[in-house]
């Protein structure tokens, strides 16, 4: 949450245009505050200006859905980025077709990505979504003539996705693996994590593989939320940042709550907080025999997430469940598997070759009958899941704003006390 605003004018990743397309569609159906991941604002805004000639109709009847969509999807193969500016124009335009003319309150002068989308979209004024649609697919008409004949896709085989700055995500034999990339602080979960993290699964749940896998890059599966999310706020503006902090975890769990395919998780280390808690939203959880379960909430004057007050109580029982999650016991992998919470435990030394054989073998089952196997056993308990999930959410907004919280985090950065 805090550091948000030193985070907004970090850089732009120049391949971050590949993602844009997929943005747009999360920005819409997935995230209330999220913004360009892999952004900075190198141009004054007065240059962000949507051109008139945009507002101009260029014919009577418009482009069709059919055409506005594939323009969607031109944008996704573009090889060169088009530059702040149009990435801007595509944003506004995509905003005004889908919805019409901007009504979402102004954010703040220091929410510096969202204050720029806010103000292009808003430029479009009163345009008809006919030709919002028209202009966006002119737009991309115009970029992927002018891109060298290069929409050019890499061969499927281990293709890696740019445009993610904290993740690395590849696709091979029928696998889409996300991978957690802060090695270095064991894979805290940052705000700019959480949300690639959710573009990158609305990513995979639409690509072609079968399987979807999420793993961590170092020693660590996941050390859990990035502390430092809660520092760096001034008086004013904690209870804003509670409160998107809390929009933003529910978003995320809900991302794993409604994800189609089949989801596994190859736990390589040390999972703590929200990394442990998830696992029981995957449909797969391999161990490594290194790998230990860790919730320390209550040491950190937080409370349980992730639908983990409602589905360990269910797996483990209220007693086991209380142990984790009241009082921060930490499982090993074994203890971990013996409640349900892990699938199978691997010895660290072959836990990459096997764990990625039986994944190949896995993949090459019908694609169809995963997925929709999934869904029959996953439907049944969706909308409790989401209720919980928006009641640990609001829970924890509270919380945040403790001074249990707050003293807890306060010793860890200041390193009185190691969990
Ligand atoms: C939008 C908000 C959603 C919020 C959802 C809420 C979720 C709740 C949770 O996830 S609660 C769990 C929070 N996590 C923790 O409490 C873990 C804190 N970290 C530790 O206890 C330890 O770092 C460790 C046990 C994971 C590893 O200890 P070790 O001694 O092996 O290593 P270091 O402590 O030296 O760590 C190396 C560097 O990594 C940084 N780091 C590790 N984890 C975190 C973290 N969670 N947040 C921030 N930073 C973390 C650590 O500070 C070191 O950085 P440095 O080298 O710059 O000092």
């Known amino acids: ?60 009847m418009g482009a069709s859905q059919k055409d506005f969509e594939s323009a969607m999807n031109q944008v996704k193969l ?29 954010p703040g002068v220091f929410d510096l990505i969202n204050k720029a989308k806010w103000d292009a979209w808003n430029a479009l004024g009163n345009l008809p979504k006919e030709t919002a649609r028209q202009n966006y697919v002119d737009l991309v008409s115009g970029l992927s003539s002018s891109s060298d004949s290069s929409s050019q896709v890499k061969p499927e085989a281990d293709r890696e996705q740019a445009g993610y700055e904290t993740l690395v995500m590849t696709s091979e034999d029928g696998i889409t693996k996300i991978m957690l990339n802060r090695p270095t602080k064991m894979n805290a979960l940052t705000t700019q ?38 520092t760096h706020i001034s008086p004013d503006e904690i209870e804003e940042k ?39 939203l995957f449909d797969l959880v391999y161990a490594s025999d290194r790998a230990t379960f860790h919730t320390p909430f209550s040491h950190l004057g937080q409370t349980p997430e992730g639908c983990s007050s409602y589905t360990f109580p269910k797996l483990m029982g209220p007693g086991k469940a209380a142990e984790m999650l009241i009082f921060g016991k930490k499982l090993t992998a ?9 699938t199978e435990v691997f010895p660290d030394s072959t836990f990459q070759k096997e764990v990625w054989t039986r994944l190949k073998a896995y993949s090459k089952l019908p694609r169809n009958a995963l997925r929709i196997s999934k869904q029959m056993i996953r439907n049944h ?11 640990e959410s609001r829970i924890l ?23």
């Not at 975890?249 to 994800?259: A, P, Q, S, Y």
């Not at 308990?381 to 009641?391: F, Q, V």
Request: hydrophobic share 40%; proline share 5%; glycine share 6%.
């Open 1 to 60: 949450m805090a550091g948000v605003t030193g985070r907004l004018v970090r850089g732009w990743c120049p391949r971050a245009v590949r993602r844009l397309s997929l943005l747009l569609t999360s920005i819409l159906q997935c995230l209330s505050f999220t913004f360009l991941p892999v952004a900075k604002f190198t141009q004054p805004f007065s240059s962000l200006q949507v051109p008139a000639q945009l507002h101009m109709s260029k014919t009577a």
């Open 78 to 106: 573009l090889e060169k980025d088009p530059g702040n500016e149009v990435k801007l124009k595509l944003y506004a335009l995509y905003k005004q077709a889908t919805e019409g003319p901007c009504s979402t309150p102004k």
């Open 193 to 230: 994590m959480y949300q690639e993290i959710m573009l990158a699964l609305e990513a995979a749940s639409k690509d072609d593989s079968t399987i979807t896998v999420l793993t961590g890059n170092g020693s660590y599966f996941s050390s859990g939320n990035d502390l430092t999310n809660f």
């Open 242 to 280: 509670a409160r998107r902090g809390a929009i933003l975890l529910r978003d995320f769990v809900g991302c794993f709550i409604d994800f189609p395919k089949p989801l596994v998780a190859a736990v390589n280390g040390p999972a703590v907080g929200i990394s442990v808690t998830i696992l029981r």
């Open 334 to 342: 074994a203890e971990a598997c013996a409640q349900g919470l892990v």
């Open 381 to 391: 308990e969706k909308e409790k899941l989401h209720a919980t999930n928006a009641e």
């Open 397 to 419: 907004q509270e919380r945040w704003l403790s001074d249990e919280c707050m003293n807890a985090i306060m010793n860890f950065l200041s390193r009185k006390a190691k969990m």
